[in-house]
Structure formats: C-alpha cells, structure tokens
C-alpha cells in the first residue's frame, strides 16, 4: 500500500466511524446517510484510490479543477456532485461531467443547465442551495437564495427539460443569526425541506454538513453529508 493510500484509508475509516457513531445516536440507519468526498484542489490519482475504497461519490467546487480530473477518471462509476458557485459560461462544462448540480440558486441558472442537459440528452439532478444568511431576494455571500426563494426556484427546476428536482443544499453561514450554530441552521433547512416535499415528494436530499459539522447535520436528517478536509486532508490552497 503507498503512503497516500493509506493515509486516505486511515482518514475514510475515522469519517465513516464518526458517521456511524452519528446515525447511532440519531437512531438512523447508517445508509440513509450518504459520504460526498470532495475532492477539490486534489489530484485525480485520489479520486482514483478513494474509488477503490469504495468511495462512490465525489464534489467538486470549480470547473476548471473538475473538469479534467472528471475526464481522468471517466472509467469509474462514480457520481459527480458540483458544489460550487456556477457561472452561467461554465455551465455547459458542468453539465458534461456531473451528475447533480447542489448550487442552484437563480432562475438564470436553471434556464442554462436546462437547455444544457437537453443539448447532452440527459436528465441531470438539481439541488437548490439554500443561503440561511440571505435576505429576502438576496442571494448568500457564499451562494445560494434566500428562504424565501426556494419554492419558486424548485418549481421552476421541476418544470425545465432535462432536470429533476432532488431536494436541497445549504453550506452552515458564518454570519447572520445561525454563525456558529449548526445544529439550528440544519434544523432549519430540514424545515425547509419539509416544506419543499410538500410539493415535491421526491425532492427528498437534503445535503448539509463538512468535516467539521458532519454530526450536526446527521442529527438534524441530512442524507448527505459533503467532507474534504478530513479525508484528503488540508487543502494546499484556497478552494
Ligand atoms: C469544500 C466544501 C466542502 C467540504 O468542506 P471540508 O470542510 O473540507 O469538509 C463541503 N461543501 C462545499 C460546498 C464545499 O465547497
């Protein structure tokens, strides 16, 4: 085994201890709670031994890091989350690789993938990132739409060719009333998200949690749960 790979194994097995441990104490089934490992500003050779450890899902947050690491690692069955702020010019890009965009947060957006996936033939998932910090019309520092926004952008989602409303994302804010209070953001967004299957019974993911409040998140209902850092480690840079 090289070092890298057991250094990835050393750190999937704590995230999938911490995990486990999470869904025990919300007594949830360990597999209704779905690892994302995001791999941005990492090479593709990790993708590649994440895969062989059974990794199954990936994000990714900018184009131009995904685009060909995804294209290196065509060959594996795995399933491409993009996380990040999208550009409409970026779209198309996207659209070739991934599997479920988790940052649909405009109407000019949806428009874009929409024609997009219809360009490729293909129906692509779509979740729509909730910005707890966001006033009402606003999008959040880090992306995403306010509240207010969600039912309008999943009807718009639902209705375009080529997409399929999923559910919801949200990244836990660093300002605004839910800094530093996790368990409360996720707790929200659940709400949210109850809300939303109200309309949509199938949009039924709710993305939330990092490595640093993946418990969080499973406690509150999360069905995934999106971790970087404590599998690869600490980013080289800024991504
Ligand atoms: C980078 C990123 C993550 C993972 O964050 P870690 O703290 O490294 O686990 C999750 N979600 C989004 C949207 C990200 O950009």
Same mark, same amino acid.
């Given at each position: 085994m090289t070092d890298r790979r057991a250094q990835l194994a050393e750190n999937l097995a704590r995230v999938e201890e911490r995990i486990a441990a999470a869904c025990d104490a919300a007594g949830? %089934?360990?597999?209704d709670v779905t690892l994302i490992v995001v791999?941005?500003?990492?090479?593709a050779s990790d993708v590649r031994i994440l895969h062989e450890l059974g990794v199954r899902h990936v994000a990714e947050n900018r184009d131009q890091d995904a685009a060909p690491k995804a294209a290196e690692c065509a060959d594996l069955p795995l399933t491409w989350h993009f996380v990040g702020q999208l550009q409409t010019n970026k779209v198309r890009s996207v659209v070739s690789y =991934? #599997?479920?965009?988790?940052?649909?947060?405009?109407i000019r957006l949806v428009t874009a993938l929409s024609a997009a996936a219809a360009r490729e033939g293909r129906e692509l998932g779509c979740l729509v990132q909730v =910005?707890? #910090? =966001?006033?009402?019309g606003e999008r959040g520092e880090r992306g995403g739409v306010g509240p207010d926004g969600i039912e309008e952008l999943a009807a718009a989602v639902e209705s375009a060719?080529?997409?399929?409303?999923d559910g919801l994302m949200t990244v836990a804010p660093? %300002?605004?009333?839910y800094a530093g209070r996790q368990r409360a953001a996720f707790d929200r967004l659940m709400e949210f998200s109850s809300r939303l299957r109200g309309n949509?019974? =199938?949009?039924?993911m709710v993305s939330a949690g990092m490595s640093s409040d993946l418990e969080d998140a499973v406690a509150a209902g999360a069905t995934h749960v999106r971790v970087g850092t404590a599998v690869l480690g600490v980013r080289p840079r800024l991504g």
């Amino acid at each position: 085994m090289t070092d890298r790979r057991a250094q990835l194994a050393e750190n999937l097995a704590r995230v999938e201890e911490r995990i486990a441990a999470a869904c025990d104490a919300a007594g949830r %089934a360990r597999q209704d709670v779905t690892l994302i490992v995001v791999t941005k500003t990492y090479p593709a050779s990790d993708v590649r031994i994440l895969h062989e450890l059974g990794v199954r899902h990936v994000a990714e947050n900018r184009d131009q890091d995904a685009a060909p690491k995804a294209a290196e690692c065509a060959d594996l069955p795995l399933t491409w989350h993009f996380v990040g702020q999208l550009q409409t010019n970026k779209v198309r890009s996207v659209v070739s690789y =991934a #599997d479920i965009v988790q940052s649909v947060d405009r109407i000019r957006l949806v428009t874009a993938l929409s024609a997009a996936a219809a360009r490729e033939g293909r129906e692509l998932g779509c979740l729509v990132q909730v =910005a707890l #910090d =966001a006033e009402s019309g606003e999008r959040g520092e880090r992306g995403g739409v306010g509240p207010d926004g969600i039912e309008e952008l999943a009807a718009a989602v639902e209705s375009a060719p080529g997409l399929r409303l999923d559910g919801l994302m949200t990244v836990a804010p660093l %300002a605004g009333p839910y800094a530093g209070r996790q368990r409360a953001a996720f707790d929200r967004l659940m709400e949210f998200s109850s809300r939303l299957r109200g309309n949509h019974p =199938a949009a039924n993911m709710v993305s939330a949690g990092m490595s640093s409040d993946l418990e969080d998140a499973v406690a509150a209902g999360a069905t995934h749960v999106r971790v970087g850092t404590a599998v690869l480690g600490v980013r080289p840079r800024l991504g």
